[in-house]
């Protein structure tokens, strides 16, 4: 079952191992050009004014398949949670432009 990201993360500062693998376990993550993407887009996500000084990047793994980061969030989950939502989101909509596709990229 899953649970919202809100009872997930209640903790106003901790830890987080973030994963993600690709839609229908297909290996979208192939290209290096396209792993360039996905940590731009990530990265972009991490900068805005409020999230910057509240959600960190400690170390992360990109595979063709999947992902992982460990992040470090302060003041409230809900920082850790806007900024994947940016960069997920932001990612996708590049990938599908550059690709002339629609739909997922990603399982959660």
Same mark, same amino acid.
């Given at each position: ?75 409230? &989950?809900?920082?850790? &949670? ?27």
């Amino acid at each position: 079952m899953r649970y919202a990201r809100s009872i997930q993360l209640f903790s106003e500062e901790g830890y987080v191992h973030k994963y993600w693998k690709c839609h229908n376990s297909e290996y979208l993550l192939q290209s290096e050009k396209i792993k360039e993407l996905y940590m731009e887009c990530l990265m972009e996500g991490l900068v805005e004014e409020k999230i910057k000084l509240n959600v960190k990047l400690n170390c992360y793994n990109l595979m063709d398949n999947h992902s992982h980061a460990l992040l470090h969030y302060k003041n409230g &989950s809900e920082n850790l &949670s806007n900024s994947m939502r940016k960069s997920h989101t932001r990612f996708g909509r590049r990938y599908n432009d550059r690709k002339k596709r629609s739909g997922k990229f990603a399982n959660d």
